[in-house]
């Protein structure tokens, strides 16, 4: 079992930025995919950014060139720079983590953002 443990979300005013952090623990060997999945009220979850134990990444086109995803891969850790932030982008956030084909889930985090 892999447990995914997220941080960072919050309030933030149009223009700012928020880093968003997940932290994974339990039965680590090797995890594959790390990404965050975002989902706003009444809206289904979508994939925000993704990065693989190589490093190629994959990022949803309302987001290219404003937010960026890093892993840390001796922390088990992965990040989500989020600069220019729009109220558009007001959700819950999840992390994600793909291990021998299981699939791991944090808790989630709100970020909001106003006007």
């Known amino acids: 079992q892999v447990q995914l443990v997220e941080s960072g979300g919050g309030l933030v005013q149009s223009g700012g930025s928020l880093r968003l952090s997940c932290a994974a623990s339990g039965i680590i060997v090797t995890i594959n995919t790390m990404g965050w999945y975002r989902q706003a009220p009444g809206k289904q979850r979508k994939l925000v950014a993704a990065?693989?134990?190589?490093?190629?990444?994959n990022y949803a086109d309302s987001v290219l060139g404003r937010f960026s995803i890093s892993r840390d891969n001796v922390k088990n850790t992965v990040y989500l720079q989020m600069n220019s932030l729009k109220p558009e982008d007001t959700a819950v956030y999840y992390c994600?983590?793909?291990?021998?084909?299981?699939?791991?889930w944090g808790q989630g985090t709100q970020v909001t953002v106003s006007s």
């Open positions: 994600n983590a793909a291990q021998w084909g299981d699939v791991y």
């Open positions: 990065i693989t134990g190589g490093g190629r990444l």
